[in-house]
């Protein structure tokens, strides 16, 4: 009888260890894609921000930033140059033609947008990595265009799931792959998700 009592708790103690396996076996490609969708979607949310305030400092300056200090400097401090035209200046015989300039603060602008300049340049869940950030200018089809392009790396920002052996829960996924948007090579905005 004793040994039946025995024999019947470790068979016990198996099983439930046994569960516990199953269990994290289940739950870990569950953890791994919550994970990646919450923090891919943070990354991608504070991409989007960039790009709008890239293309408003492009509105005040001409050109891209190639650094997030430059890049807020200049939104904060800038101005947005608005020309009207009254007239056709298009009209060879129209010989009244107004153009009145005035500027609208830049700040004011990006603030509209809901973008907060402070900490833009941090990658979510990225324990204060920041975002690489590179502008440029490019011969594109014989014209000379500014290119920019900020991202991170998958792994910056996935935690414990940065490693490569988890691409076993999600084919195309890859921790050294580049999430961004830009492009170094020609004039892009587009983004890696969309």
């Known amino acids: ?50 790009r709008k305030a890239q293309e408003a400092y492009r509105g005040v300056t001409g050109k891209f930033a190639g650094s997030f200090e430059e890049l807020t400097n200049t939104l904060k401090t800038g101005r947005f140059t608005i020309v009207n035209i009254e007239g056709d200046a298009d009209d060879v015989n129209n010989k009244k033609i107004t153009y009145d300039t005035s500027y ?27 975002f690489d950030i590179k502008a440029d200018t490019v011969t594109y089809q014989s014209a000379l265009v500014d290119v920019v392009e900020v991202g991170t790396t998958y792994a910056t920002f996935m935690a414990q799931f940065k490693d490569a052996k988890f691409k076993k829960y999600d084919e195309k996924y890859d921790p050294k792959k580049k999430i961004k948007f830009g492009d170094l090579s020609k004039p892009l905005l587009t983004g890696t998700w969309e």
């Open 1 to 50: 009888m004793k040994k039946r009592t025995i024999f019947n708790a470790l068979m016990f103690l198996l099983i439930l260890g046994l569960g516990y396996v199953l269990y994290q076996q289940i739950q870990e490609p569950i953890a791994f894609q919550k994970m990646k969708t919450q923090r891919e979607k943070a990354v991608i949310d504070r991409l989007v921000k960039i």
């Open 104 to 130: 609208v603060s830049a700040i004011d602008s990006i603030t509209a947008l809901g973008i907060d300049l402070e900490g833009i340049d941090v990658v979510p869940y990225g324990d204060g990595a920041k």
